[in-house]
T-cell receptor
Framework: DQQVKQNSPSLSVQEGRISILNCDYTNSMFDYFLWYKKYPAEGPTFLISISSIKDKNEDGRFTVFLNKSAKHLSLHIVPSQPGDSAVYFC???????????FGKGTLLTVNP | GAGVSQSPSNKVTEKGKDVELRCDPISGHTALYWYRQRLGQGLEFLIY????????KSGLPSDRFSAERTGESVSTLTIQRTQQEDSAVYLCASSFSTGRNIQYFGAGTRLSVL
């Protein structure tokens, strides 16, 4: 049973435009959500997180939105840059459970 | 070092052989995690260490898998009698403590079982 789902395996956008990556979850116990970015042959790098007490968190060009009623979160990157091209993983944890449950990832390609 | 270090970066082995993977966490991080990423899949939790507490082994897929950690330092993940389905990237992460602290990942060990 996949508790964190990223339904788009890939996304292609033009440089300067907005990238929107989506993530859905099924476990209502999840209350903390993270986005990681992964380049080939490197480990995942933390990008941004959001607690379930918020519906938005912003850090520079990156904003994460959380819709608890829909069990949906999204990562917005604006403006997108070619260096943002990578695989983006959505991850979640709940309560005192320290384990991160990951989605399968979305490959973002930003074209110059 | 500044980040989580894993060795070897690549390992090719024959089916039935044992392998040992190593992880050096960030200094001062009390929590250490092992994950596995199979091709086209997300990261799958394997095992978690926190200080001197008993590790959480609930993610280990079979008794062929084991891990050790000495105090708050190096950890080794051992896979005995490797099978082809063990082929994956094995990732180690560390954090200051549990809960909301961010997990920092190493580059992983790519294991190929022939």
């Amino acid at each position: 049973d996949q508790q964190v789902k990223q339904n788009s395996p890939s996304l292609s956008v033009q440089e300067g435009r907005i990238s929107i990556l989506n993530c859905d979850y099924t476990n209502s116990m999840f209350d903390y959500f993270l986005w990681y970015k992964k380049y080939p042959a490197e480990g995942p790098t933390f990008l941004i997180s959001i607690s379930s007490i918020k519906d938005k968190n912003e850090d520079g060009r990156f904003t994460v939105f959380l819709n608890k009623s829909a069990k949906h979160l999204s990562l917005h990157i604006v403006p997108s840059q070619p260096g943002d091209s990578a695989v983006y993983f959505c991850a979640a944890s709940g309560g005192s459970n320290y384990k991160l449950t990951f989605g399968k990832g979305t490959l973002l390609t930003v074209n110059p | 070092g500044a980040g989580v270090s894993q060795s070897p970066s690549n390992k090719v082995t024959e089916k039935g052989k044992d392998v040992e993977l190593r992880c050096d966490p960030i200094s001062g991080h009390t929590a250490l995690y092992w994950y596995r990423q199979r091709l086209g899949q997300g990261l799958e939790f394997l095992i978690y260490f926190q200080g001197n507490s008993a590790p959480d082994k609930s993610g280990l897929p079979s008794d062929r898998f084991s891990a050790e950690r000495t105090g708050e330092s190096v950890s080794t993940l051992t896979i005995q009698r490797t099978q082809q389905e063990d082929s994956a990237v094995y990732l180690c992460a560390s954090s200051f403590s549990t809960g909301r602290n961010i997990q920092y990942f190493g580059a992983g060990t790519r294991l190929s079982v022939l």
